[in-house]
């Protein structure tokens, strides 16, 4: 059985950091892209970061590039969110996701993933 579940998240004052981590169970991530996206009240989910399944290469939003970091490491069949300089306007669920074999590009997006995590909330508030 596939299975995505995520940890971390939480509370955070702004400028801080949190990591985010997704185990991958019933299946291994090397050959699958991983993509973290986000929703806020009342918004539409938009993406994070995107991890490419055959090259590793990595695609960014304009709101967190810079701060955000997408990692993953397959021997833990594991990725994270590594979020820095935390804003308010980062408050939101966030999510991860894979899909096998996607190339990532600017055009990805979340309808392009077919296993998701539960989620976690990230709350940035002083």
């Known amino acids: 059985q596939v299975q995505l579940v995520q940890s971390g998240g939480g509370l955070v004052q702004p400028g801080g950091s949190l990591r985010l981590s997704c185990a991958a169970s019933?299946?291994?991530?090397?050959?699958?892209?991983i993509g973290w996206f986000r929703q806020a009240p009342g918004k539409e989910r938009e993406g994070v970061s995107c991890?490419?399944?055959?090259?590793?290469?990595?695609y960014y939003s304009d709101s967190v590039k810079g701060r955000f970091t997408a990692s993953r490491d397959n021997a833990k069949n594991t990725v994270y969110l590594q979020m820095n300089s935390l804003k308010p306007e980062d408050t939101a669920v966030y999510y991860c996701?894979?899909?096998?074999?996607?190339?990532?590009?600017?055009?990805?997006?979340?309808?392009?993933?077919?296993?998701w995590g539960q989620g976690t909330q990230v709350t940035v508030s002083s």
């Open positions: 996701a894979v899909d096998f074999g996607r190339l990532c590009s600017s055009g990805t997006t979340s309808s392009d993933f077919t296993s």
């Open positions: 019933g299946f291994t991530l090397d050959y699958y892209a």
């Open positions: 991890i490419s399944s055959s090259d590793g290469s990595t």
